[in-house]
């Protein structure tokens, strides 16, 4: 079977440009995932040498292909963001190819909000898994539903759900002013990550490149327009509180932050850390959404399945807003599986009904 040693040993002769060493002694080989079909690694490079290192890229990924027992190799060029950005056009990776282009001059100015956009929130988890995506959309249909133009936006770099959850695989048009034109569904419209990479790829993106395609997400897709403009954009982020969060954070004005937490003690202590960062960054954290909470049994009994009310009791104390629970239903699961939102598809379901109720909260404390 194929060990790293082996694929770094292979890797070794091809030569760093920078350097002169070989790319595995010159320390070029980051994040190599070696599995039984798959093996790839990241070539992170400073912003100017991108271009230098687009036939080193290549000729690694030919090299990993003809390795025995490999039936996918896949090599990401990534750029270090300089600490000067100049207005050059760089190259970088996949995306720059499409979606990116001349993406660093129109990057966002600190406390600004997109286009034609008139508040953004995002929704925040400690940890992956409680339900964030689900949550995030049934929050944005919620709002949609209160008579709101409401955008969606899935940033979730390490498992993008929204193409499957809400049916959509084609990914935006570009419009003549070389904006996203965003796919109109269930009311929301909708960008996703997931549009722009194969997410497999997305699995090993890190900083710098992941900050800058959700920058480019934010501020390089016509979720507005002056005679139409969006009430509301949800952002879904990845979960966790690392660099992607916060440089995000940083760089576009947000409105507030939605933390959503299973009740279980590991889920929340992850989930207090999600709310302490954004309380570090000023973002008004709007509350706590209790998802998971607990299942009503065929016989109508609720069924306290991770434990009940834990978000509850972080959320008063940490003196921020509860703004409702949601139970485990698998119909919920099932509208995302299938591309049709349980929400959507029965507007005058009791879920329905409890995500407006959320919904409505959640404006209230924004004001
Ligand atoms: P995250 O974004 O936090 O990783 P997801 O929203 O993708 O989590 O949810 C993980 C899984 O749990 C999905 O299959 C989703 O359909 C399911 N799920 C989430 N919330 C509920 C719920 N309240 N009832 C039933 N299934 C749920």
Redesign the pocket.
């Known amino acids: 079977m194929l060990d790293k040693e082996t694929v770094l040993a292979a890797l070794n002769t091809i030569i760093d440009p920078m350097s002169g060493q070989g790319l595995s002694d010159a320390g070029m080989v980051r994040a190599l995932i070696v599995s039984p079909e798959r093996v790839g690694f990241m070539l992170e490079v400073p912003q100017d040498r991108v271009t230098q290192y687009g036939p080193v890229r290549l000729a690694s990924e030919k090299l990993l292909a003809r390795l025995e027992g490999v039936t996918k190799a896949q090599v990401v060029l990534t750029a270090e963001m300089a600490p000067n950005p100049q207005p050059q056009k760089q190259a970088s990776a996949k995306l720059s190819e499409r979606a990116v282009e001349d993406s660093r001059p129109k990057a966002p100015v600190a406390g600004v909000r997109p286009n034609h956009v008139k508040k953004v929130i995002v929704v925040g988890?400690g940890k992956?898994?409680?339900?964030?995506?689900?949550?995030s959309l049934g929050l944005a249909l919620g709002l949609n539903a209160l008579g709101l133009r409401v955008g969606f936006l899935d940033a979730?770099i390490y498992?993008p759900?929204a193409p499957v959850m809400l049916g959509v695989r084609k990914p935006p048009e570009f419009g003549d002013d070389k904006l996203m034109v965003p796919p109109e569904v269930f009311g929301l419209k909708v960008n996703s990550v997931g549009f722009l990479v194969d997410p497999d790829q997305a699995m090993i993106w890190r900083g710098p490149m992941a900050s800058q395609a959700l920058t480019q997400l934010l501020t390089q897709t016509r979720w507005g327009t002056a005679e139409d403009p969006l009430d509301v954009l949800v952002v879904?982020l990845p979960?966790g509180t690392g660099d992607v969060q916060l440089t995000l954070t940083q760089k576009t004005l947000i409105d507030g932050a939605v933390v959503?937490s299973t009740p279980q003690e590991m889920a929340l202590a992850d989930a207090r850390r999600a709310v302490t960062l954004f309380g570090k960054t000023a973002i008004p954290v709007l509350g706590v959404i209790e998802?998971?909470a607990y299942f009503v049994g065929p016989d109508g009994a609720e069924l306290e399945i991770f434990g009940r009310g834990g978000a509850q009791k972080m959320a008063s104390a940490l003196k921020v807003p509860f703004l409702g629970d949601?139970?485990?239903?698998?119909a919920?699961?099932k509208g995302?599986?299938d591309g049709r939102p349980f929400t959507a598809a029965e507007p005058d379901s009791e879920m329905a009904t409890r995500f407006k109720i959320i919904a409505e909260r959640v404006l209230a404390e924004m004001k």
Do not use: A, E, F, Q
């Not at 992956?128 to 949550?135: M, P, Q």
């Open positions: 988890s992956g898994g409680v339900g964030k995506s689900t949550v979730d498992g759900s879904d979960p959503v998802n998971m949601v139970p485990l239903d698998p919920l699961r995302c599986d």
